[in-house]
């Protein structure tokens, strides 16, 4: 049996991790993937159980734990294999939980990232005839692609078993150890060294608030609401509004209309709709410069393009919109920019944080990225819909405790493009929510030459506020117990000498992928109240001491916001 390896996390790995620390323990299931797998008519319960243990000693990702310590830097270990335990659920009704049931609280456990391997397993029998295959897995071990690659394997030895002809998969050719071994070295050291230049110079040119027309006074995106409301995207408490609300609108006719248009000016059907939503927000907030995290899978050709594991990160993406171009001039636009952040695509994210923080420190206020847009193909999923429908979906109680202001997400279907929305209410009401959608439909179907002007027209929201500049925070009154703790832990994690409470976490020399261990210690001596947000934000630590509140036990979870989301 071969001992256990460590590694550092890859690149793509950090994102995930700060991400999964930002969440508090109730709210970490919803960085889970479900992957689900029909399951041809005669394999056997054995032959599934071989399936997924096959796939688990082929690829080390899916045997890893992730840890806080024993050094200054997480690292993932890789476990030996070992059969994983596989879940029966079966469809008939005698005394034993359903399916729907067993899925549901695999989906909803949070993995322990220490001791756990990020995939659950469970295969649903009829007449003890299995039916599918439905694994849970932890997004720190995979990404969109990998799932594809996971079910085209299960696929394949199914199939096999089937034929009763034995499945051939390539061999493995790296693993993410190796993967974290290359980006160690001099060669990525520079790629990464000229992609943080880039971004550097972009944080720069940064509106301080992308939402500064839209966004209600005192607004904090670490303190949400705790009302929930209703489907229609109203609160349920007169008077009061909820942190977040969450639409879809699903739309046939726009699957061939950005196909149509990405072929014209030859470009991916994802920058056609890129466009469109910049349209859409330069409209809204009415300011010059609209930016925004978009994702890059990093699988260029290359030997690692193939390691199973996160390899994606976001990457900002920020247009000029002052001269209210036309949609075809913003295309044009959108591309170069979009291709421009995909070149430098190649860096820590956790370092880049770092940057945004700095840039904070520099301006003496807060940078806020504020929304992130994802598009993604889902070959297999069908709308069948006929017509554009719009719906309201339950608060996002999960996505309200990160620093984002909205998420985008565009999923291109066999017969539809369904477009998710989630919009903090401190920014856009559910009027404006339902505007921008439907908007955003129009934009798309309207032609080239449509301009900005012409949509905010179309679009019927109401005039930005005019911008005014935030005030810099105040320096907070002195927690001489609370400055002492946070100083002692920034400077035992970090490996600092002195730490002068006047900066911020990153200005005294505190390393981003070391603050979930921050707050780890912080909670091991009995405070409480700090998050990942605070930390990576420009407020000096003396600022920050304010948030610490002594806790009773030290198991105390640090990453807990103080307030509590309530489910609608």
């Known amino acids: 049996m071969s001992a256990a390896k460590n590694a550092n996390l890859c690149w793509g790995q950090r994102y995930m991790w700060l991400k999964y620390h930002r969440l508090p323990p109730g709210e970490r299931h919803d960085t889970h993937i479900v992957l689900r797998l029909t399951i041809p008519h005669d394999v056997t319960v054995a032959n599934c159980r071989a399936a997924i243990n096959y796939l688990t000693r082929r690829h080390e990702s899916l045997r890893t734990t992730y840890h806080l310590d024993p050094g200054p830097e997480p690292r993932q270990q890789v476990h030996p294999p070992a059969a994983l335990p596989v879940i029966l659920a079966t469809t008939e009704r005698d005394g034993t939980p359903a399916p729907a049931e067993i899925v549901e609280r695999l989906g909803a456990t949070a993995f322990r990232l220490d001791a756990d391997w990020p995939i659950r397993a469970c295969v649903i029998t009829t007449g003890g005839v299995p039916k599918q295959i439905v694994l849970v897995l932890n997004h720190l071990a995979v990404d969109a692609w990998t799932v594809r690659e996971i079910k085209r394997e299960l696929t394949v030895q199914c199939a096999g078993f089937s034929s009763r002809r034995p499945a051939a998969l390539e ?75 969450s639409a879809a609108l699903t739309s046939p006719s726009l699957l061939d209309a950005v196909r149509h248009i990405a072929a014209a000016d030859q470009v991916w059907p994802s920058l056609v709709h890129v466009t469109a939503y910049t349209a859409m927000m330069a409209a809204y907030t009415g300011l010059g410069t609209v930016a925004h995290l978009s994702f890059s899978g990093n699988r260029e050709p290359g030997p690692y393009a193939g390691v199973m594991t996160c390899m994606f990160a976001p990457m900002l993406v920020t247009v000029d919109c002052h001269d209210d171009p036309t949609f075809a001039q913003l295309l044009r636009r959108v591309t170069e920019r979009f291709e421009l952040a995909r070149t430098h695509s190649s860096a820590p994210y956790d370092e880049v944080v770092e940057l945004v923080s700095r840039e904070g420190s520099r301006r003496g206020l807060p940078i806020r990225l504020g929304s992130e847009v994802n598009f993604i193909k889902q070959r297999s999923s069908e709308a069948r819909a006929r017509r554009t429908t719009f719906t309201w979906k339950p608060v996002p109680t999960a996505w309200a405790y990160e620093e984002m202001d909205t998420y985008f997400r565009i999923d291109e279907w066999r017969d ?18 339902e505007r921008f959608l439907r908007g955003y439909e129009t934009v798309l ?46 400077r035992q994690v970090n490996g600092l000498g002195e730490v002068d409470l006047s900066d911020s976490y990153t200005l005294a020399g505190g390393r981003a992928l070391r603050i979930p261990r921050v707050l780890a210690l912080l909670a091991a001596h009995g405070w409480a109240g700090a998050t990942v947000h605070h930390l990576t934000g420009p407020q000096p630590l003396r600022a920050l001491a304010r948030e610490l509140t002594p806790e009773i036990t030290p198991e105390a979870v640090i990453e807990s916001p103080r307030h509590v989301l309530t489910q609608p």
């Open 171 to 245: 061999p493995v050719r790296n693993q993410p150890s190796d993967l974290a071994r290359h980006e160690s070295s001099a060669e990525a050291t520079a790629v990464a060294a000229r992609s943080l230049a880039y971004w550097g110079a972009e944080i720069t040119r940064l509106p301080a608030d992308p939402f500064a027309t839209r966004r209600a006074p005192d607004d904090d995106p670490t303190l949400p609401d705790r009302e929930p409301v209703a489907l229609d995207g109203r609160p349920l408490t007169p008077g009061r509004e909820p942190v977040a609300r």
């Open 445 to 490: 179907l309207a032609g080239a030459d449509i301009r900005i002007s012409d949509i905010t027209r179309l679009a019927g929201f109401s005039p930005p506020a005019p911008h005014s500049a935030p005030t810099p925070d105040k320096t907070p009154v002195s927690a001489p117990e609370a400055e002492q703790a946070l100083a002692e832990v920034v």
């Open 416 to 433: 539809a493009v369904v477009v998710g929305f989630h919009a903090r209410s401190s920014v856009m009401g559910a009027g404006d929510m």
